[in-house]
């Protein structure tokens, strides 16, 4: 190396600092804290809330940034904007998700008593009554629904994963795709004109429901089990062809106990997907004041048709009408949640683990 450039290099090196600085492990925080106390003061002062929550973001990030740069340099300063920019983004993904729950909640639980999950609302006009006949219609109509589309979209993903090879299985891989996009409306229509044929218009059964949610559920069972299928190592396959067994066998044996983890989730979510839905049930199952356990014969109530009504025709006075619907509201959305929650724990228990 040239002694010049060697002195120049070794000069630029000398007035470099070895250490750079560092704000506390606390400044963010501090700084946070001080845009919110300052995002509060402009909305007593009669400032809309959107427009305080956006200075305080701002007003963050511009105080972050100026501190960073003072203290640690550029290139760290810019990535803790970057990290205000990205939290900043999830709260804001987070916000109406938040909203919703604590309304529901607010509003809900006025009436989550033992009376609401013990009563009908048979004869009853005004205040009180309860939603055991729509809990009781809900999960009656989501067990046929899942009794009608767990086997055939299981039994589809099989045929898509272990045997399609042609025009079948990619015409069949697009009809999926297809009903996934099908509005909820569209099913019940379906499920109605279906079993118009049979029994004349204007009927109306439990089990109609169950073929409309089926509708809905079947692409998404296949789906999920198609995936979770096809993640199980092709060893695994053969090395059961090698010992001589059936291709039936080591799909019964082999492949659906390794992928049944995710079998299990994607069946338990689409559950979820389909449990609130309201528009092909009030179209199909109607609602009725009182109970019936029969999917086959007659109206049956469900608890998102059961909120709507309530909503929707409160009567006089309204106001236990809404209680009603809001704590409707409520149960349904903890309902969502265990099923989301079940999920999560049958991923966990049906995981093949290795051995050590």
């Known amino acids: 190396m040239n002694p010049s450039t060697r002195t120049d290099l070794e000069a630029a090196l000398s007035d470099r600092p070895l250490t750079q600085g560092s704000l506390p492990r606390r400044a963010p925080w501090i700084t946070l804290a001080a845009a919110i106390v300052i995002g509060l003061v402009l909305t007593s002062f009669g400032v809309a809330t959107g427009l305080a929550a956006l200075v305080t973001a701002v007003l963050y990030g511009v105080t972050i940034f100026a501190w960073s740069l003072a203290v ?16 900043s983004a999830f709260l804001l993904a987070l916000a109406p998700l938040i909203s919703v729950v604590v309304t529901v909640i607010s ?3 006025n009436r989550l008593d033992a ?4 009563y009908s609302m048979h004869g009853i006009v005004g205040e009180g009554g309860g939603v055991y006949h729509a809990i009781t219609g809900t999960l009656l109509i989501t067990a046929v629904a899942t009794v009608i589309s767990v086997p055939i979209g299981l039994l589809c993903a099989i045929y898509l994963v272990e045997y399609a090879t042609g025009r ?3 015409a069949i891989t697009f009809f999926v795709d297809v009903m996934t996009g099908i509005p909820s409306i569209v099913a019940g229509l379906f499920a109605y004109a279906l079993f118009a044929l049979f029994f004349g218009p204007g009927v109306r059964m439990g089990v109609m429901g169950a073929v409309a949610l089926s509708v809905l559920m079947i692409p998404i069972v296949v789906r999920s089990a198609e995936e979770m299928l096809r993640l199980v190592p092709n060893e695994l396959r053969e090395a ?3 010992l001589g067994v059936p ?7 082999v492949v659906l106990p390794t992928a049944m983890a995710g079998i299990a989730t994607g069946v338990t979510l689409a559950i979820a997907r389909v449990i609130g839905e309201t528009a092909p049930l ?12 029969n999917p086959f014969d007659d109206r049956m109530a469900t608890l998102p048709v059961f909120a709507y009504r309530q909503f929707s025709s409160p009567g006089i ?3 236990p009408a809404i209680d009603r619907a809001w704590t409707a509201a409520l149960v349904l959305i903890a309902v969502v949640m265990l099923l989301n929650l079940a999920a999560r724990l049958f991923s966990r228990l049906f995981a093949p683990r290795s051995r050590a």
């Open 72 to 87: 640690e340099g550029p290139r760290k300063a810019k990535d803790r904007v970057v990290a205000a920019a990205v939290t």
């Open 107 to 109: 509003n809900g639980v």
């Open 115 to 118: 009376e609401f999950f013990t």
């Open 168 to 170: 079948l299985g990619r």
């Open 240 to 242: 059961a062809y090698a």
């Open 247 to 253: 291709k039936w066998r080591t799909i019964l044996k």
């Open 282 to 293: 009030l179209v199909t199952v109607g609602i009725t004041t009182g109970v019936n356990m």
């Open 317 to 319: 006075p309204p106001e």
